[in-house]
């Protein structure tokens, strides 16, 4: 209930003279204020047209219960609005003042053709949006209606009002957290289409970065993302810079080495999935909201529930994409989030995506770490994979094989554990490397003939499959010959017999230790010890030969990485292993956890990190007793625990 009041001045000296209250239930629409009642003052609607003047007054001097009223002036005299308490009078002010401003620049959009003028009326519309107390959608609703029943038309205005229409408009995004449904789409009709596109990348740019920083629930606001989405579309078509989307890129990471917002990559990659599966998927369906429709005028309508073009879509955010996968850190968090493979089949199917893809998956193979790498492999049986869909046997390759050959090489070079990645290309992509074979390529002969002597073929008639097809090629009956000779005298060190511990003299070289293990059998031999002579990772390749190896002692020699993780391959009954003072580092010692029988480790003075001997401790149940003085971890861990190696120094 609202008290009002209205006093005829014409002839009436005192500003408040012939006072009559009356209770009204008023209702506030877009022209007129009316009350239900319909009496009194208001038997007949106030049109807002006829109010010439808003205004908070007090009037306690006359009536000491009143403390202040809304006032209504007009030429022939003045209605007061008192309200039930100073929150509901001001929510009254403030909505007759938006009301009351709307009305007059419709009037003044109506009376006037003049392109500056229209421009000076709706950047004075946005300014009063934005300085509006009320705190309520319409008054942007109200406003961006207004704004785009008058550019429906836009041939009407110039490029230049245009442009400072969209920078009047640009502060209103940055403001409004989140924004609207009705800003939202709105700008992103003018990113999508209009003459002002480049305009509009300059003033959204600090309101995009704003949304993509923090934490914003795509899946509830998906207007947000569609205008994150075209906004980036349109920032890739600039001719006139096509540094922009590097920049972009660059500049939402930051010039650090890690991006200080964990969100940004997150956000990102939900533009970028959402904009692939509208483009591609023909069953995705679109949003067609009435007031979206009538935002943007009948003939924008098909703008918004058409899909985009699949060329632009994927020229733009592959760019996109490859420029994210430069940045290290994000790399690591990029790999989960496509695996497995998220994108529609008709995607897979487009040659361009597949292409733009590449030098993403060629990253992840170049990748140091294994969970990264490790997204390019089935997740589980039944699963397609990236490795499978580049493969040559797969529709979807998009070079007869050249981007998996490549990848499989760089992928061979960063393993730690060469046998285990074998075994998972022979188990997801035999088929790939048996064609391959048949056509001649030498890489995958020999990584053919590797399979087949590291025996990680389970199948029987696969294992038979790939003999027949590596027979075949005449290289590859070459290299069959060659293994059968190896299994031949591998048998003959692995028989039974000779000693059980064996010590090389000091400065003795591979080839020594070569001679000494080719010279008779070595089934029996438990304890060896190489410390102090001069062989290097070299003569890994004969350790691994020895069947019944448990405790292998190569304290101060020239041993590496690379020995290392060739022992870590095949010697899985290592109970015992001492490394003190040799060169391997933090890479090589990553691939001592396939070693579950591990129990005693020395890697006194070497270049251990706390990090890798936390995993060490971690993936080594076994581990009972080690050695880590003078180095890294020693300032993290204890620095030995106590217990007796067989082979400690």
Known sequence: LLTTRRQLSSGINAEYGNRRWEKHTVVLTDTQLYSQEKYGIFSMPIFLDLIQHIDVVTVSTWEPAINSAVQLRFTDGIVLLQ?????????????????????????????????????????????????????????????????SNQLNHTNSLPPNALEEIIEALGPALIQLNPPTPELCDFFSRYCRDGPCAATAVVVFAPGVHSILKHNVDFGKYTYIRTFARDFIIALASQDACPESLPCFVHTMHSPGARCPHPR????????????????????????????????????????????????????????????????????????????????????LKFPPFVMGMVNVLKRFASDQR??????????????????????????CCPDDGKTFCDIVRTLLERASVRRKLVRQLAHSCLDAFRLMVIRGDEFFVRMLSEMLESDVIEDKEQKE??????????????????????????????????????????????????????????????????????????????????????????????????????LAEHCHRLKSLNL??????????????????????????????????????NKLPSLASYDIRYTEACSVYSPFTKGTCNVSP
């Open 83 to 147: 309200a039930n308490g100073p929150y509901e009078r001001d929510q009254w002010f403030h909505s007759l003042l938006w009301k009351f401003s709307v009305l007059n620049h419709k009037k003044s959009l109506k009376m006037t053709s003049c392109p500056e003028i229209i421009a000076k009326e709706l950047k004075s519309l946005v300014k009063i949006a934005l300085k509006s107390q009320l705190h309520d959608p319409q008054v942007w609703t109200d406003c961006l209606v207004l704004i």
């Open 264 to 347: 940004v990559l997150p956000n990102l990659m939900a533009v970028f999935l959402a904009a692939i599966w509208s483009a591609f998927d023909t069953k995705c369906s679109y949003r067609r909201n009435s007031s979206v429709n009538l935002l943007l005028g009948s003939n924008r309508t098909e703008i918004t529930n058409n899909k985009l073009p699949k060329e632009k879509v994927t020229s733009c955010f592959m760019k996109m994409i490859e420029l994210c996968a430069t940045h290290e850190d994000w790399v690591k968090e990029m790999a989960p989030l496509l695996h497995p493979i998220p994108f529609p089949e008709e995607a």
């Open 465 to 566: 499959q790939a003999l027949s097809t590596l027979c075949s090629n005449s290289d590859g009956a070459r290299l069959y010959r060659a293994m059968c000779d190896r299994q031949a005298a591998l048998c003959n060190l692995a028989q039974l017999g000779g000693p059980t511990k064996l010590t090389m003299p000091a400065h003795s070289t591979d080839t020594d230790v070569e001679k000494v293990l080719s010279s008779g059998p070595f089934g029996n031999l438990e304890k060896l010890s190489l410390a102090f002579t001069c062989v290097t990772s070299d003569c890994a390749r004969h350790l691994v030969k020895l069947p019944n190896l448990q405790h292998l002692n190569l304290w101060c020699t020239q041993f590496g990485d690379t020995g290392l993780c060739l």
């Open 580 to 617: 003190c003072e040799t060169l391997v580092t933090d890479e090589g010692l990553l691939a001592l956890t396939e070693l579950k029988t591990l129990t005693c480790l020395n890697l006194n003075s070497t270049k251990l990190s706390a990090q890798v001997f936390e995993e060490l401790i």
């Open 370 to 395: 294994p969970e990264v790498r490790e997204c390019l492999f089935p997740m589980r049986e039944g699963k397609e994979s990236w490795i499978q869909l580049i493969a040559p046997d797969h529709n």
